[in-house]
């Protein structure tokens, strides 16, 4: 009659396993590269949406159509350094988690923010007039 033992197994199997011819197991440090085209790539992408941003200035936008797109350049520049050049694009997605939640979240709080400024001023403009 086999016994159970903690990890499932039987007495059996864990006396055969001992017996076993004990094979010596080396670990080597394991070096993953990632090839040049694809920094060269994100290097380019990251030159195209510098020169997207500059032309916004240069092109002389205004109001929340020049802010919207300066903050989406700069959200995939900062998404394409993170994920290449940090490695985050390969690391568990817990981490990743991590640490790109937070800014997120701050981007929707700011969103709130700037909707309850809007009602703030309404309300105020509303009840109290325009100023003196």
Aim: with cysteine; glycine share 6%; aromatic share 16%.
């Amino acid at each position: 009659m086999a016994e159970a033992t903690a990890n499932g197994l039987g007495q059996d199997a864990l006396h055969a396993a001992h017996e076993a011819p004990a094979t010596r197991i080396t670990y080597t440090e394991v070096h993953q590269e990632h090839p040049i085209k694809l920094y060269l790539v994100v290097w380019a992408w990251l030159f195209i949406l510098s020169t997207c941003s500059y032309l916004v200035d240069y092109f002389g936008l205004h109001g929340y159509l020049r802010w919207s797109l300066i903050l989406i350049f700069m959200i995939l520049k900062a998404g394409l350094i993170v994920a290449v050049f940090m490695h985050m694009a390969w690391e568990r997605l817990a981490l990743a988690y991590a640490i790109i939640l937070p800014p997120i979240l701050v981007l929707v709080f700011v969103t709130m923010m700037v909707f309850e400024a809007d009602y703030t001023l309404f309300t105020r403009m509303a009840f109290f007039g325009a100023g003196p």
